[in-house]
């Protein structure tokens, strides 16, 4: 039987490319975890010299401003935490405005992330921000699990394939399509997303869970009552689903849940994630992309492992690996 390194792949993947976008390596930041402006502001110039990811997602970006969920809105968890922040932003007109250009300035590929409670709102959002030169791919977030509106798009692949066969028309740019894990059937809203236009998913958003009120008010904790927990917690829920998705379609995935190191990384991509994005994590240290990329690193070059998600699952199919 032919071995990977024999197949001619393995200098292909240590280019890291995702949508035609050359990575310098497979680590990427999950939506709304890293705040590149205000980094920016903190860390100043060092920040670009060492920026910790390969393409910079940014925060959800709605079609009017939002203030986002009333307070509390974080519960920290023995491993990772609750969030219920309900999307606050500044709305498309603003994002726009005022932060698309800055992060543009940024070292690395920009993608954007939009949601909507509509196909019309979606539309408008993908139209808009696909036409910006700055962009280089558009994630549609239908998973947000603190917006009911968004969640239910993405909770059914019947309204996932809707939602693309309108939005699709309208992106000029690669799209792509970021699962929850709050469904029946994520596989199943993946088959849908790539017959139906994706060029792409990402998976996991978070898990929906609650905390109480510690006082023991038997109240609910979080402002907005539920909210997605993320981190450690979540870790082996991303291995499953992403490994569930990689059987289901070709797509190039962006696998994310959890991860703190190199070797979680790694298991993600060995399981069929392309790339991988860290997410929690980069609250505790802001440059823990930075890390778990040079973690992965030494940990491809000692194994010899460096097959990526769609690699392998061609591989497999090829030769029966
Ligand atoms: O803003 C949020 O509450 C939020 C979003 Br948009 C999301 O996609 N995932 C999440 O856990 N929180």
Request: hydrophobic share 45%.
């Amino acid at each position: 039987m032919t071995g990977p390194s024999k197949l001619g792949l393995a200098s292909s993947l240590r280019e890291h490319r995702l949508l035609g976008l050359d990575l310098a390596h497979p680590v990427i930041n999950a939506s709304g975890t890293f705040d590149a402006i205000a980094a920016r502001r903190a860390f100043g110039e060092a920040l670009d010299e060492r920026f910790p990811f390969a393409a910079f997602v940014s925060k959800t970006v709605t079609l009017a401003p939002r203030q986002g969920n009333p307070p509390p809105r974080l519960w920290e968890l023995g491993a990772g935490m609750i969030n219920s922040i309900g999307l606050p932003n500044k709305g498309l007109e603003r994002f726009l405005a005022e932060d698309l250009p800055e992060l543009a300035t940024l070292p690395v590929p920009l993608i954007v992330n939009v949601m909507g409670s509509s196909h019309a709102d979606v539309g408008e959002l993908v139209a808009a921000v696909s036409a910006r030169a700055e962009v280089a791919a558009i994630e549609l977030n239908v998973s947000c699990p603190n917006v009911k509106t968004g969640l239910l798009m993405g909770a059914d692949p019947g309204e996932t394939a809707a939602l693309l066969d309108a939005v699709r028309p309208r992106a000029a740019k690669p799209l792509i399509v970021k699962l929850t894990p709050n469904c029946a059937s994520p596989a199943a809203v993946a088959a849908a997303a790539e017959r139906h236009g994706a060029d792409a998913v990402s998976l996991i958003n978070t898990v929906r869970g609650m905390a109480l009120d510690p006082r023991g008010t038997a109240q609910p904790w979080l402002g907005g009552v539920t909210g997605g927990v993320s981190g450690p917690a979540v870790r082996a829920v991303a291995l499953a689903q992403v490994r569930e998705v990689r059987e289901r379609v070709n797509l190039p995935i962006v696998g994310m849940g959890g991860v703190q190191t190199g070797r979680h990384a790694r298991d993600l991509l060995d399981v069929g994630a392309d790339v991988v994005a860290v997410g929690t994590e980069s609250f505790r240290d802001p440059l823990a992309g930075a890390r778990i990329a040079d973690e992965l690193a030494a940990f491809s070059a000692n194994s010899g492992n460096s097959l990526t998600g769609s690699e392998h699952r061609r591989a497999t199919i090829a030769f029966g690996l």
